[in-house]
């Protein structure tokens, strides 16, 4: 296999597409990846590392070669490639099993721990992976946010496009856990982390920290390191539920993913509230069937009622169905899809049987020292129902 980014087994193309095949980092693989380049062809060795070919990308196009290009810019920048993989997959493995593993909830995302994780290995050049892994919840545990990390100083490009710079954009100011990509153009990889998500992260940083001490101490293992959350065992007294809801799988697959890109606002606008400290969405939504026999039964699945669930239809997370459209939607990048029509017909009679496809998404509430959730809040933050019909 050829270096990242770099084109295997090309063909003449049209318009000088270029197909990005099998781009690894820490063994996973990312999917097929095109971009329109203003080149009149593309040669056999072109590689992506020079700016120059961003010229005349549109944003989609840019931010699709840009990922490729924060790839390989990270490899290149860690003293030893194998240490880096081996102490990133430790860290997704326990960013997952924490449940703080999501961009668009907004907790860190692949790239995004690659870069905490590389980072630590260029202030540890000859560490061991274990090691490595020690430092990282030191370092990232104490770190002085809103200082951002970096990997190497931002770069001056040759395009009028916007780079992450606080001084000149005030939005920029507000981003809680800036963790800067080192290609041109840099952005923040974290801009959608919250004041309860970086609560949350700050809280597992801590938890790492302090069991990686005990593991070198020899008071513990690696395993207790990575012990599951209990995020629905004994994390929280209220949740709040978010359905969304169709009566088509088609129009559910996009209309579940519009309805996650919002949670992140949803919680935002929790943490305003005066009584409520830490609102934390987790990390999947749960895609369930239901079977109903009239329109009640149907009502009631909308409203989260588990009693018409199939019971042949295993319940999936979100991340493990890994739908395409549904994670366009999620991500913002359903301007052009079509919402296809999301009635599935009146029930005729009440033995027929109409399937509901619902997707639920929850947050789990603290409330603030001293201060009583409202009664109104109790009622309505039980369920909160979002459908499309």
Known sequence: ????????????????????????????????????????????????KDTSILRGLEERDLRSLNGTRVTDEILELVPQQKTFRTAL??????????????????????????????????????ATGSVIIAKFFFIISTWSWPQPILLKNIEDGPLHVRVWNPSLYTGDKFHLMPIITPAYPSMCATHNITMSTKTI????????????????MGQLQWKDLFTKHTFFSDGYKYYLSVIASSRTQEAQHIWSGLVESKVRTLVASLETQDSIAVARPFNKGFERVHHCRDEDEIDAALNGDLKYQATDVKTETTDAVKDPKH????????????MPNGDGGPITNGNDKHTIYTTTYYVGLEIAQGKFLKKRYRQTLTMNRCKKT
């Not at 997704?92 to 690659?114: D, E």
Request: glycine share 8%; aromatic share 8%.
């Open 1 to 48: 296999m050829a270096p990242p980014g770099v084109i295997q087994e090309l063909t003449p193309v049209p318009d000088a597409f270029v197909p990005i095949i099998k781009l690894e980092l820490s063994g996973i693989s990312i999917d097929l990846i095109f971009a329109r380049l203003e080149l009149p062809s593309v040669p056999p060795n072109l590689t992506l």
């Open 89 to 126: 997959r430790a860290i997704k493995l326990w960013a997952q099993r924490r449940a703080i593993y999501a961009n668009i909830m907004g907790f860190p995302g692949g790239v995004a721990w690659a870069m905490l994780v590389a980072r630590v290995c260029q202030l540890y050049p000859h």
């Open 201 to 216: 992260i700050l809280r597992e940083l801590k938890r790492g920290r302090e069991i990686t001490d005990k593991i070198f």
């Open 327 to 338: 994670a366009a939607a999620a991500q913002g990048d359903a301007d052009g899809m079509a």
